[in-house]
């Protein structure tokens, strides 16, 4: 099936810094890319839409002036939380939409664990 | 977007078959149902996805009624290394995007 990778797979950083995710798509083209967010023992909350090229839809009650995404290549997005603060610590997971057999169905990314002091 | 509910919590023991039904009443007649396995600190993964009818790949079965207002993800002999949540989608793929949202998944705990 379709790869998807993220980097890093886990961060901690201070509070008032900013990080950034990468997410690619490995053996396959993506024009579309979803960013979650799940916190312990909850399930994946859907962050923003990433389409190549376009800027990102976000999901209400998400602030993108706060989570930036970039969807610049086929293969690449983004995830930067800017002025990071410890209430953003969570586990951050990329998708995006590819090919499996002669199916198209959305992958996963293996998540970037956050940890803001 | 079509609402998906799945139990919140099933026990199996060790090499029975086990069968998670998640419903889907408002499904539209261009979305596909699609079934994740998700371990702690892990990304989702994708274990099937159909359409209508059965679908069976190497590691489980979809089997889908006629109305497609639910869908049952069998999973044949568990072991313990099958303990992990199991997401069940349901989404448009086609013909531009459509977002797809998560239920509460159900936990499954393979029992010795």
């Known amino acids: 099936g379709a790869v998807v990778s993220q980097h890093p797979s886990w961060v901690i950083c201070k509070s008032g810094t900013s990080v950034k995710i990468e997410c690619r798509s490995l053996?396959?083209?993506?024009?579309?890319m979803f960013w979650y967010r799940q916190f312990p023992k909850q399930s994946l909350m859907l962050m923003a839409t990433?389409?190549?090229?376009?800027?990102?839809?976000?999901e209400q009650g998400v602030e993108k002036d706060k989570f930036l995404i970039n969807h610049a290549s086929l293969t690449l997005s983004t995830l930067t939380v800017t002025s990071a603060h410890p209430e953003d610590s969570s586990f951050y997971i990329c998708s995006a939409r590819g090919l499996a057999g002669d199916q198209e169905t959305q992958y996963f990314g293996p998540g970037t664990r956050l940890l803001v002091l | 977007l079509a609402k998906t509910t799945q139990p919140i919590s099933m026990d199996s023991y060790e090499g029975q078959e086990v069968n998670i039904t998640c419903s889907h009443n408002n499904i539209a007649t261009n979305d596909y149902i699609t079934w994740y396995q998700q371990f702690p600190s892990q990304g989702p993964r994708f274990i099937i996805q159909g359409y209508k009818t059965k679908v069976t790949n190497e590691v489980a079965s979809l089997f889908i009624p006629a109305d497609r207002k639910s869908s049952t993800l069998s999973l044949p002999r568990v072991s313990l290394s099958d303990t992990a949540v199991y997401y069940c989608?349901?989404?448009?793929?086609?013909?531009?995007?459509?977002?797809?949202?998560f239920g509460t998944g159900t936990k499954l705990q393979v029992i010795p």
């Open positions: 053996d396959f083209q993506a024009t579309t």
């Open positions: 990433s389409n190549e090229g376009s800027k990102a839809t976000y």
């Open positions: 989608l349901v989404g448009a793929l086609s013909g531009g995007y459509q977002k797809v949202t």
